[in-house]
């Protein structure tokens, strides 16, 4: 299935926190359990890049057993579309290393995302606010409720 213009791509501590890793009972853990749940399925997206960075989380931080993350990835990839990363991507990143200071991995998955012209992308450790190629950062936990966010919510 490929994902619509407009997607939401969700960045690694989304998952987590939306997962309970590390933040059962967190204000954290319900915001984002709440985004997820309002936003339709069919706007969720996942650069693969993400689903990588989220098991090693569960398996090195989270002391997940291998069967167990796995788990957790297929539970995410049997809703969310996923995104592959391409050579395009991958040079568009290293402009947005050059010229955005981002770090390399958080910038190729702005990048995938931009490439499959996602309207947002949720993260907690991004640059907030931040609009690339038509997508915006937007941190799901920031007070006030981000307008594009407040958007796609409603």
């Known amino acids: 299935m490929k994902p619509a213009a407009g997607s939401v791509a969700l960045d690694t501590n ?31 997206v996942l650069p693969v890049q993400v689903l990588g960075e ?3 989380a569960l398996r090195r931080k989270f002391k997940l057993d ?11 990839t049997s809703i969310c579309s996923t995104l592959d990363t391409t050579h395009l991507a991958f040079d568009a ?10 770090d390399t991995w958080d910038a190729l998955i702005l ?14 450790d991004m640059q907030h606010g931040f609009v690339w190629r038509g ?4 941190n799901p936990f920031a007070e ?9 919510l409603d």
Do not use: K
């Open 66 to 76: 291998a069967a167990s993350a796995l788990e957790a990835v297929n539970g995410w």
């Open 135 to 138: 997508v915006c950062i937007v």
């Open 14 to 44: 989304i998952l987590l926190y939306a997962q309970g890793a590390g933040a059962e009972g967190d204000a954290r853990h319900q915001r984002a359990l709440d985004c997820v749940s309002r936003l339709p399925l069919s706007m969720l």
């Open 111 to 124: 990048a995938v995302a931009a490439e499959h012209r996602c309207a947002a992308l949720l993260s907690e």
């Open 54 to 56: 989220f098991h090693r």
């Open 144 to 152: 006030p409720t981000h307008p594009r966010l407040a958007a796609l």
């Open 93 to 102: 990143a290293l402009e947005l290393c050059m010229d955005h200071q981002f």
